[in-house]
């Protein structure tokens, strides 16, 4: 880890204020370019250099263009933070050997470098990008706190138990949910592990869960372990409805496509680990998927976990401190 980095840590889990200013580049149509440039002065004003690159909707970019843009960023700013801001089709992610699709070779645009911690945010137009900056002008990050709710499926109890204990090891409240449907809750962690599509998450011993049922839980996160529950190319999916409504979380965790499900919750596991305060999303995946690569196993299996996971939102936004309400601005 970059030494300045390693200052950043240090200072904002006291003060929820960077030490050394942090490097993102947001990559976008410029048919949002607008509503960008609102949400960039939004994220300067909590000391974060933000680097626009608007592409021309005349000329589409391909997956190979635009990690020659991270590149060629990163030799000259050494970033921290990508937001891939816009529509799959603007902003395509790559297709694995499996045919699945990821965002995962974005962030090692150098093979001798680090990775970067990269965020998709797959508005589809201007209300969308105008909803997500209005959210995050408004966040508290205290209000929901360290607390996690974790929902597991029929045959994941054991797994969601594994969890709690991580957890509380850690002093970090947790609940294990019974009910597919609970009543109005808040935290800073919605943990779902089961089975899931694009368009709902289910399994057979739970009532199918859809946006309705989800927007009674308010949590600054939601990780969805299980297949499609950060389908990309889907307008109409139930991570797309989740992200963008008013009542959404500002970052989901999932899986793009079809998981291997006793991979996906060992990957699971170490996100869940690194939940503590003043650190950014994007930094708690990047560690999480270390950890997950010195623990080793079947390559094949671990490539395809790995590209599989996805995170929606700024990953460069902390999701909550222990000491300031709301988000300090110069």
């Given at each position: 880890m970059r030494l300045r980095s390693l200052f950043f840590f240090v200072f904002y889990a006291f003060s929820g204020h960077a030490l050394f200013s942090q490097e993102m580049l947001i990559l976008f149509p410029d048919t949002l370019e607008a509503g960008i440039m609102r949400y960039a002065s939004l994220r300067r004003q909590t000391g974060l250099h933000v680097r626009l690159s608007p592409l021309r909707s005349s000329r589409p970019a391909g997956?190979?263009?635009?990690?020659?843009?991270?590149r060629e960023a990163n030799d000259s700013l050494a970033l921290d933070y990508v937001l891939l801001a816009g529509p799959a089709a603007a902003l395509p992610p790559f297709r694995n050997a499996l045919g699945s699709l990821s965002d995962y070779p974005y962030t090692l645009p150098d093979s001798t470098g680090p990775r970067l911690a990269v965020g998709r945010l797959p508005v589809m137009n201007r209300v969308q990008l105008a909803r997500y900056t209005k959210r995050v002008a408004g966040r508290d990050?205290?209000?929901a706190g360290r607390k996690?709710?974790?929902?597991?499926?029929?045959?994941?109890?054991s797994r969601a138990e594994a969890y709690q204990r991580s957890l509380s090891a850690r002093?970090?409240?947790?609940e294990i949910i019974g009910q597919a449907a609970p009543?109005?809750?808040?935290?800073?962690?919605?943990?779902?592990?089961?089975?899931?599509?694009s368009r709902a998450w289910l399994d057979a011993g739970i009532n199918t869960l859809t946006a309705d049922s989800l927007f009674r839980i308010s949590a600054s996160v939601i990780l969805g372990i299980a297949c499609s529950t950060a389908a990309i190319a889907e307008s109409h999916s139930l991570a797309m409805k989740l992200l963008f409504d008013q009542k959404g979380p500002l970052h989901l965790i999932g899986c793009a496509?079809?998981?291997?499900?006793?991979?996906?919750?060992?990957?699971?596991?170490?996100?869940?680990a690194q939940w503590e305060a003043g650190k950014p999303i994007g930094d708690m995946l990047k560690e999480a998927e270390r950890t997950y690569l010195r623990q080793g196993g079947n390559a094949e299996k671990m490539e395809h976990t790995l590209g599989e996971f996805l995170l929606?939102?700024?990953?460069?936004?902390?999701?909550?401190?222990?000491?300031?309400?709301?988000?300090?601005?110069?």
């Open positions: 997956s190979h263009d635009l990690l020659q843009l991270i990050m205290n209000a996690v709710l974790i929902l597991p499926g029929r045959n994941e109890h002093g970090i409240p947790s009543q109005e809750r808040s935290c800073g962690l919605f943990v779902y592990i089961g089975q899931g599509s496509g079809n998981c291997l499900l006793d991979e996906s919750a060992r990957m699971g596991s170490f996100i869940i929606w939102g700024d990953p460069s936004l902390v999701p909550f401190t222990e000491n300031s309400g709301h988000e300090q601005r110069k």
